[in-house]
């Protein structure tokens, strides 16, 4: 294990408050030997020129270039690990023939742990290298391999969320890829809490164990019920979809006479440490029962466009203070960079202002007042990330855990447009967030440790 | 110049149909002196063996490595060339401030020359790097400014359609940045298009001069008509934004009492080679007029989300056999790929399918049947951009040029995931769309010569 870096000189932007960004130059970023931000020297600063000489006389000093800037990691708040094969496959087939001949038979693959090693080992290292130092995993139902995964994040210096899937219903899973019974689903997911928790105690940057039905519709009120009660007992994150699409939120009234939120929250499932993928669906009742609560939803704005039936309205939720967080939901989304998700989340509240179909009247297209900007977008995946999950992440400020990417705007053969023009700060992140790739991520940062190096 | 490479042996995928992908394999690519493609041999073919192995001994044969496949180049028929420094800057400001206090003062920077061969070295590079080997470019109202830009892409072995922007109506132009006078509009008009034309005789690959209003708004009926006849007179390429947004569709209407198509068309403007972007809002009697006068649509996906106040019905247009290309929009547009934007016209005939707004019954939301599959987007991309601009471009067929991106999706560091799982030639080319970027773009070339080398 590589060891903490002790400061980091450079110039950083990140976002306290909602919508807006914070820039602050030539930054000296003090971390302690957790890995923690401890303290935040700048220019001015009375004892600020004497510390990074010491740090740097002490080669403890990680100093950033010209052109290169620092961001929080990026926190990807709903991403299934073993659907990373599909990425960008079938996206034109319609849902049934993309989960029953893609998704289903693919996961089913995974009570291979050598084929679950071999998938974990690149997405990990896929998922660094675009700056995501934090990811809330889904699995699958094979508890071996989900431990893999749980291994394969601690050793390669990534912050994992993992759970054990369960989708125990006979009807409404298929037969080649559902828990054995609901009793085994729920031993099971003892069982993995309890391992991933031992092994955990070991791990810097920390893992997790999630309770994690795959959504309701797979799952035995039994499940729901057990999964509720595991969650209560070891106080452990819980994380599924809910109210995705228009199939789903339907199908859940119709099961159980009330929304697909009242249910969840109803077998135990919602809290602090609660993550509901999507949402696109829910009301302002059921966006009362996240807020007090604390449950989050996970916007994929990616894969909202081809599974979610509609565009979710960030910023109406975002005004009842609902915590929101950015998730890249491979495969259901083709991108695993949480920039490109940056990007479709403005995009899509763009399409949702302006509605799409132009034979109606421009009054009665859209929903006006929907639009959110690109900053608001950066706090999602940030900050957002951070209140989801109920973690000390997403902001660089003392207390914070000490993850970061150092981006270059100026590596060779991948520079950003610079003409001294438009150099304001605002738009300099305007320019990252909008135009740079993984080429331009240089260096990326977990609790304090160095995990990827262009 | 560099010298045509002869023969070119690899697999490649392009899309002779619209929505159909050909894949062949281990083929011989055959060029002539002119970088013309003169056959294709493919294994089987009687002479295949020995003619590879003749070109191999004379070192005339370019050879494709494991897991790199060739794409015909892309067809950028929509770029602003001098937004390029304003590139994902400002699209959370409304239009007129966008306009006003970004892209007009910028585009006013133009009337120097070396800003100009700053900006546009920069930016023909960046294209021919995404596999952009045509681009029809919006100028500035410049002459000498556009002249650069028209060298710039011939030297560095691009193929570029450009055009000295028209935009003299005082009242719609700010008076820091239009032309002095119609009169001076139209002699530079139809200076640039002799110049350009006399210059050209010497561009293996082709530069052509483009007659170029910036829109109705901005030109009065003199330089409309004027404009008009120039094009007749040189049968040159047109190229304009039409019916983009709903403010500008229905200003015109105000203005000429019949549609944005209606006008362009009674001003002399549409043609064979005539090039219309965006059309957001044309009816199918528009629709009619581009199909009986040859004239295509520029479709820009992603400047679209944030300007054209709706989702262009694409499906439906190409059901009514309009010709369409693919554009980046520069800079309403953030992106210089068009990679990204074959992405976005799949999503957002998705969105214009499934509507946005969740408090709608879905019956309601959205336009059934509106969607397009990744396929029939690279289609647009490419061999919609050669019937666009009237070129044999965009198939890799005898007769066409030779203009070829070599995409490489194993790239250390960039690796596209491979775990033979989907690994069929149809799966494999929507990976290489959704998810390489410039990092997988090996080599580029245009009118057979390579002009770009990771």
Same mark, same amino acid.
């Given at each position: ?29 003090l971390?302690?030997?957790? =890995?923690?931000? @401890? ?6 600063? #009375? ?5 990074? +000489? &010491?740090?740097? $006389? ?47 038979p ?7 742990v ?57 009807? =409404?899973?298929? @037969? ?6 609901? #009793?085994?689903?729920?031993r099971?997911? +003892? &069982?993995?809490? $309890? ?13 997790y ?12 009120d ?80 990616i ?66 007042n929907?639009r ?12 957002g ?6 973690l ?33 700060p ?27 190096k262009?």
């Open positions: 294990m590589v060891e903490v870096t002790k400061a980091i000189l450079g110039s950083y932007f990140h976002a306290p408050t909602y919508g807006e960004i914070t820039y602050v130059q030539n930054a000296l970023i971390m302690n030997t957790q =890995g923690v931000i @401890e303290s935040i020297l700048v220019p001015g600063d #009375e004892d600020y020129q004497q510390t990074v +000489e &010491e740090h740097r $006389q002490n080669n403890q000093l990680k100093e950033l270039r010209k052109d290169q800037y620092l961001l929080p990691g990026f926190i990807d708040t709903h991403i299934h690990a073993p659907q990373w094969p599909q990425a960008g496959i079938a996206l034109d087939a319609p849902l049934n023939i993309w989960l029953d001949e893609h998704s289903f693919l996961e089913a693959k995974y009570a291979d050598g084929f679950a090693r071999e998938v974990y080992t690149d997405l990990v290292q896929q998922l660094l290298a675009r700056g995501t130092t934090t990811a809330l995993y889904f699995g699958t139902i094979h508890k071996e391999s989900n431990l893999e995964l749980v291994k394969i994040s601690a050793e390669m210096g990534q912050r994992a969320l993992v759970g054990k899937v369960v989708m125990d219903d006979k009807e =409404g899973n298929p @037969e080649f890829y559902r828990d054995e019974s609901t #009793e085994v689903a729920l099971e997911t +003892e &069982e993995f809490i $309890q391992e991933v928790r031992e092994y955990g105690k070991n791990v810097p940057q920390g893992v164990p999630v309770v994690m039905p795959r959504f309701v519709p797979s799952c035995t039994e499940a729901l019920d057990g999964l509720g009660k595991l969650a209560k007992k070891y106080d452990t994150h819980v994380h599924t979809h809910c109210s995705e699409g228009q199939w789903e939120h339907d199908f859940v009234k119709e099961r159980f006479g009330k929304t697909d939120t009242e249910t969840l929250r109803d077998f135990g499932l919602f809290g602090e440490k609660s993550v509901m993928a999507h949402s696109n669906f829910i009301n302002d009742n059921d966006a009362g029962i996240y807020v007090e609560t604390g449950t989050a939803v996970a916007h994929c704005p894969s909202n466009v081809y599974f979610a039936n509609s565009v979710i309205p960030i910023k109406h939720l975002k005004e009842l203070e609902v915590q929101i967080g950015l998730g890249t939901d491979i495969s259901g989304g083709f991108s695993p960079s949480l920039y490109d998700n940056i990007k479709q989340a403005v995009m899509s509240s763009r399409q949702l202002e302006e509605g799409v179909d132009t034979n109606l009247p421009q009054s009665e297209r859209g929903v006006p929907s959110i900007s690109v900053a608001e977008a950066f706090y999602l995946a940030t900050t990330g951070g209140e989801a999950l109920d000390p992440l997403g902001l660089i400020e003392p207390g914070y855990t000490g993850d970061f990417q150092i981006v270059d705007t100026q590596i060779a053969g991948h520079e950003l447009p610079s003409f001294n023009v438009f150099d304001e605002e738009y300099l992140l305007q320019r990252i967030l909008y135009l740079s790739t993984q080429a331009n991520i240089q260096e990326v940062y977990v609790q304090g440790r160095r995990v990827h262009r």
